[in-house]
C-alpha cells in the first residue's frame, strides 16, 4: 500500500487548505480500514484530525471538527482533507495514513507527507 499527498505549500490566512491523497495497493471501501489525516507542526508531536472508514463513515478530532472536512473519490482512490478559516498554528507536515483503527499517530501505512505553511 503507498500513499502520496499533493496540495499546496503555502496558503493564506483565513483560506481554505485542500489536501489530498491518493492510494495505491488497496481499494479505499475494502474493509475494515480507516483513512486519516495526521499532522505535525513544527517542534510538535503528531495529531490526529479526521478519518473516513471505508464503509463512508467520517470522524473528526473534536478540536478541529468545526473547521475540518474529509471525503473521497473512490473512481480515483483518493481521499481530501478540506481545512477552512486556518491560521499560522495550522503551519504543519501533513500525512495521509491509512491502518485498520482510527485515530493512530502511529499507523501501518503513511504518506511521506506535504509541508503546509500558512502566512501571508
Known amino acids: 500500500v503507498q500513499l502520496q499527498e499533493s496540495g499546496p505549500g503555502l496558503v493564506k490566512p483565513s483560506q481554505t487548505l485542500s489536501l489530498t491523497c491518493t492510494v495505491s495497493?488497496?481499494?479505499?471501501?475494502?474493509?475494515?480500514?480507516?483513512w486519516n489525516w495526521i499532522r505535525q507542526p513544527p517542534g510538535k508531536g503528531l495529531e490526529w484530525m479526521a478519518a473516513?472508514?471505508?464503509?463512508?463513515?467520517?470522524y473528526y478530532s473534536p478540536s478541529l471538527k468545526s473547521r475540518t472536512s474529509i471525503s473521497w473519490d473512490t473512481s480515483q482512490n483518493q481521499f481530501t482533507l478540506q481545512l477552512s478559516s486556518v491560521t499560522p498554528e495550522d503551519t504543519a507536515v501533513y500525512y495521509c495514513?491509512?491502518?485498520?483503527?482510527?485515530?493512530?499517530?502511529?499507523?501501518?501505512?503513511r504518506g511521506q507527507g506535504t509541508q503546509v505553511t500558512v502566512s501571508s
Open positions: 495497493g488497496r481499494p479505499l471501501t475494502q474493509d475494515y480500514y480507516y
Open positions: 473516513i472508514r471505508s464503509s463512508g463513515a467520517t
Open positions: 495514513t491509512g491502518d485498520s483503527v482510527v485515530g493512530s499517530t502511529n499507523p501501518a501505512y
